[in-house]
Each structure stands twice: as C-alpha cells, then as structure tokens.
C-alpha cells in the first residue's frame, strides 16, 4: 500500500503537470508558428502586389506623359495637307514618344491611335503612330472612347503574346471636347509572372491574379475556382473547400485596376512545420513522461522498500524474536530509522538480560534465606 500511495504522489506531482504544460505549449507553439507562417504569406502577397502595383504605375504615368506631350498634341491636333506633312508628324511623334517606351523594363510597348488622321497608316504594329481606323470596331477600343479619358485596363493577345494592355482617349489641352486618339501601353504578361512565380505558398499553393469579373488573366493556361464572392473585400483571408480540401484562400486589390491578387494554398500545407513542432513536443512529453514514471517507480521502492522490510522484521520481534538486528542504509532518514530500531533491540535485549539477571540473584538469595542449618 505505502509503495502504491508513494507512485500515485509522485505521479500526480510530476507527470500530469508534464501532460498540462507539453498540452499548453505544444497549443501555443502550433498557434505561434501558424500566425507567423499566415503573416510571412501574407506578406509576400502584399508585396508582390506592390511589385505589380509599381509596374502599373509606370504604365499610367507614360499613357499620361504621352497623352500630354507637346508634339503629340501639337501633330495630332491639326491637318495633314500632304504625304509629306503626314509622315513628318508621324516621325516627330515616334521619335519623341515610343522610342524609349521600347527599352523600358516594365512596359513593352507603345501605340498611338489616331481618331482624326484617316490618312495615318493602317497597319497594326507596336510602338507605332497609326490611324484609329483599323481598331476602331473593337471593343476595347470603343470602351477607352466611352470611358471619356478614364482608364481602361484589359487582357490583351493582339500581337501574338498576352499582354496586360492600358489604354485612354486624349483630348486636345486647347480644346477639350475634341479628341485626338486613344493611346494604349502594353506590359508583357511574363513580367507579372517573373513577380509572382517566384512567391512560395507552402509546397503547391498558387497565385492567381484574376480580373474585375473574377476571369483568370495569371496563369493563362489555369483557371481560378475559388468563388469570386469570397472576394468581395479589398484584401482578406478565408477557408474554403476546394475539390474536398480545405484551402486558405488569401487576398488583397490593385487600386488601380481592382483585379484581385490571390494566394491558394492547402491548409495543410501551412500547418505542417506547426504540426511537425507539436509532435516534437508530444515525443518530448512521451519520453519525459517514461523517466518520470520510471524515476516515481525508483523513488516509491527506494523508500517504500526499506520500510516494508522493517516493518517484517518488526512483526517477527512481535512474535518473540528478539534476536535480530538490521543492516543500516547507507544515509538518510531510513538510516536513522533503521538505526533507532537497532538500539531498540538492543535497549530490550539488555534490558531483559537485566531482569532476568535480577531474578536469578533475588532466587539465589531467597534460597539462601530458607536453606535450613
């Protein structure tokens, strides 16, 4: 029973505030290592949004240099008498807009489409001056026209690559209810996907950049399938269940267009490195737990040993069995203990050859006392 007591003390002593703490830590590990992990990804994102945003910028600050450059407006607001005066205005144009447009590292290109000059080339080339007649029936062209002098930003493949396109219709500075032409920049859609193929959400997360209809426009050759509604905020994180895994979902907006920059990747994925530090911390526990057990295990018998020992001993000096003595442990309470019982023994032993001796002489001398003369 004393060793039983003395294993359940110790291990209600050591081990279940084991299990409590390897319990809280391992909770508080996982839920650390998931935050950070949730943040460095959204954090990437966000830069990579930047990135992109940056691009963009570059986009619409050239489309408005273009739209307001002293030659452009200058050629495209008066008339053409000649051949000759047309391919004048034309050369002054491309040399002073598109020529450096063609060596810059964001934008690929540069068209200028020409509302009233029917006499401008009707050939459809980048970084060229052309007439707005050979785009005239398409929508994006008609849209920029609609839009007043917005900007309209659109997926476009015109030139046998896709390209993210800006384009804006330019009015006269002088007189601004006439328009002059529609200007478009072309970014090459390889420079979005040297920014984002880089990022690295988990082992197979993806970053998708869909447009303002939730349409994929990166990677050309996937579609997103995340329901766009989930996208309804400017920036946000969700779970959603894809293909029967569960996803974390995580977006945020380019203010100049409003498409959506997004990040899919397994919530597994993510919790893996968190799962992995919980095990660890389990294994931890596991193998703590063991010693702990084993060392209650050592210490109830290191104590409860000795004691059960001399309480056997100690009920055969019930019986009568005074001779007997005990080996003393080497230290400690027990040894004084063991060492208390000795002198007992001893005390008891002398203290009945004492008595026994008394009664002999006090015998001798009663016999003495009657013995006849």
């Known amino acids: ?84 005066e047309i391919n004048r205005e034309i050369t002054a144009i491309r040399n002073n807009l598109l020529y450096q447009g063609i060596f810059n590292d964001s934008y690929s290109s540069i068209e200028v489409y020409a509302i009233n000059k029917k006499m401008y080339p009707m050939r459809h080339t980048q970084n060229d001056v052309m007439s707005a007649g050979i785009v005239e029936g398409q929508d994006w062209y008609r849209t920029t026209v609609h839009m007043g002098g917005k900007l309209y930003w659109r997926v476009s493949n015109d030139f046998g690559r896709p390209q993210i396109s800006v384009s804006r219709l330019v009015f006269d500075v002088k007189n601004y209810t006439n328009p002059l032409a529609v200007v478009s920049v072309d970014i090459d859609l390889d420079v979005i996907k040297s920014i984002l193929s880089g990022i690295r959400l988990g082992k197979t997360g993806r970053v998708f950049l869909l447009d303002n209809r939730g349409q994929t426009i990166y990677p050309i050759d996937e579609n997103m399938t995340v329901p766009f509604n989930l996208l309804d905020a400017t920036s946000g994180s969700d779970r959603v269940n894809l293909n029967g895994r569960e996803m974390r979902v ?108 008394s009664r002999i002489k006090k015998k001798e001398a009663e016999l003495k006392l009657f013995k006849p003369r």
């Open 1 to 84: 029973m004393l060793f039983k007591r003395l294993l359940v003390s110790y291990i209600l002593i050591s081990v279940v505030p084991l299990l409590v703490a390897a319990a809280v830590t391992s909770n508080i590990t996982a839920r650390m290592i998931n935050e950070e992990i949730q943040r460095t990804t959204v954090q990437a994102l966000d830069q990579a949004g930047k990135n992109i945003s940056g691009i963009f910028d570059e986009a619409k600050n050239a489309i408005f240099s273009v739209s307001m450059n002293r030659e452009l407006q200058s050629n495209l607001s008066r008339e053409s008498a000649s051949p000759f």
């Open 250 to 357: 995580i977006y945020n907006t380019l203010p100049q267009t409003g498409w959506k920059l997004v990040g899919v990747v397994p919530v597994d994925e993510l919790t893996r490195k968190a799962d992995m530090a919980r095990n660890i911390i389990y294994l931890i526990a596991i193998i703590s737990l063991l010693v702990a057990v084993m060392m209650s295990v050592y210490f109830s018998c290191s104590i409860s040993n000795p004691i059960m020992s001399l309480a056997g001993i100690m009920k055969k000096v019930e019986n009568g069995d005074l001779n007997l003595s005990v080996s003393t442990p080497l230290k400690g309470e027990i040894a004084i203990l063991y060492s208390s019982f000795n002198y007992m023994i001893k005390m008891i032993n002398d203290l009945i050859q004492e008595v026994y001796v």
